[in-house]
């Protein structure tokens, strides 16, 4: 798609114009014949989420009907929004009657294929060389709790070994939780991640040691199993960082095990915790407004992606699957400890870290630059200007977007020392 394109309506457009027409709101917006049938396409999958709402079951099967006639995995980012949500609703409505409980996803949350994903791997990897290099070279101990190709541990060692002051050693321990075990985090992934790791860090002259700590769940996790300051002189003392890659999120289901971890890792004194998470707001205990909020969330991701890739492309079409698709079917078809698909923006993040004692660092310039750096590069048919880096409100952390729509955010963190 070229992005230049004037006359092409983004799909959060259609979306605002086919919310409008159900509300039976005027629109006084020109469409291409093309743009009003996916106005027409939208305005019929939202009028279907209001009859499974209502328990309006079987016109809510006739008006998916119609919207599975139109749409398609394959078609344009519309077409392939509503085929993502059609499916999610038909399998809310088998599931309210068989009282079959759905199988919970545990759908992959990289989204590294896209410039906002780079961007904000590329930020969080700054924001830890800001908070460990500096003064004297110290071992430094980076706390991983979702490893996964860990191609941003390959941009981290390469800063580090350029800094002023490179450390010691490098220490990376990845933490896995056997009941959140999937494909895109296996043990064995794990392990063939650390030996890539180790080889990159042969090619620097970078002492570097790998840990893999398995758990069954994270609430699990003991400060004694991550062997922190282990293999020091006494007189060393390790920097520590702990990097949490779209964890919390999959935490909100369950509050006790969530403040468990956190107590866990406040016992670790990091020297800076990096969040990243996605930047919506898909927890609203209504249906109706969760439907909504991941509509215009999901119809931003998919403009993306049919932004840099070809429509036939395996990589879109596999990232489009796995994340949007099921991530889309939990949100939608999932209830109870069942939707492990919660994302909450960075105002509550703000709230729930700070019943912890956490308080918010500053990202600085030379986060906010890596990050505009990387969309700079990754560019597809002058889309550049599209993929948007901003300071959040307090100007602290750092939320990446798609033609404005806010979709990722990078934001660090520090426990709050009390002296006595």
């Known amino acids: 798609m070229d992005c230049d394109d004037q006359s092409y309506l983004c799909s959060e457009e259609v979306i605002r114009i086919a919310g409008a027409r159900f509300l039976s709101r005027s629109v006084s917006q020109q469409l291409s014949e093309q743009g009003m049938r996916m106005v027409d396409l939208v305005e019929t999958l939202v009028a279907a989420s209001d009859r499974v709402a209502r328990n309006d079951l079987d016109q809510a099967a006739a008006l998916l009907k119609e919207c599975k006639r139109s749409s398609s995995a394959a078609g344009n980012a519309i077409q392939r929004l509503v085929f993502y949500f059609s499916e999610a609703l038909q399998e809310r409505m088998i599931n309210s009657q068989t009282a079959r409980p759905p199988s919970s996803s545990s759908s992959s949350s990289s989204t590294s294929c896209l410039p906002m994903g780079v961007a904000s791997q590329f930020a969080g990897v ?75 860090a042969a090619t620097l002259n970078m002492p570097f040691s790998f840990h893999i700590v398995m758990v069954s769940e994270l609430s699990h996790l003991k400060v004694h199993m991550l ?28 509050p006790t095990e969530f403040d468990k971890l956190m107590r866990t890792i406040k016992s670790i004194d990091p020297d800076v915790v990096v969040v990243t998470e996605v930047e919506a707001n898909h927890n609203s205990p209504a249906f109706g407004s ?30 489009e699957s796995v ?32 019943r912890f004692g ?25 889309c550049r200007d599209l993929c948007t880096v901003e300071r959040d409100i307090g100007d602290k952390s750092l939320v990446l977007g798609w033609k404005g729509t806010r979709l990722h955010s990078v934001s660090a963190w520090k426990f709050r020392h009390i002296h006595t």
């Open 358 to 382: 956490m308080v918010e660092v500053e990202m600085s310039s030379s986060c906010f630059h890596q990050a505009r750096l990387v969309i700079h590069n990754i560019n597809a048919a002058g």
């Open 126 to 200: 700054q924001a830890i060389v800001d908070e460990v290099t500096g003064g004297a070279k110290r071992p430094v101990h980076i706390i991983d709790l979702s490893l996964r190709n860990g191609a941003q541990w390959t941009i981290l060692m390469s800063a580090l070994a350029a800094s002023s002051s490179p450390p010691q050693r490098l220490k990376l321990t990845a933490v896995g939780s056997q009941s959140q075990m999937d494909d895109s985090i296996s043990r064995q992934m794990m392990e063939e991640t650390g030996n890539r790791l180790a080889g990159f």
């Open 290 to 319: 969760r439907f909504m909020e991941s509509l215009y969330f999901f119809s931003a991701y998919l403009d993306a992606t049919e932004a840099y890739f070809f429509n036939d492309d395996y990589c879109r079409m596999a990232v």
């Open 227 to 254: 062997g922190l300051h282990a293999d020091y002189d006494d007189d060393e003392e390790e920097a520590v960082a702990v990097y949490l890659d779209y964890v919390p999120r999959k935490l909100l289901r369950s």
């Open 323 to 354: 994340y949007c698709g099921e991530s889309i079917r939990n949100i939608v078809a999932c209830e109870g400890e069942e939707r492990v698909v919660r994302n909450v923006p960075l105002r509550a993040w703000r709230l729930f870290f700070k």
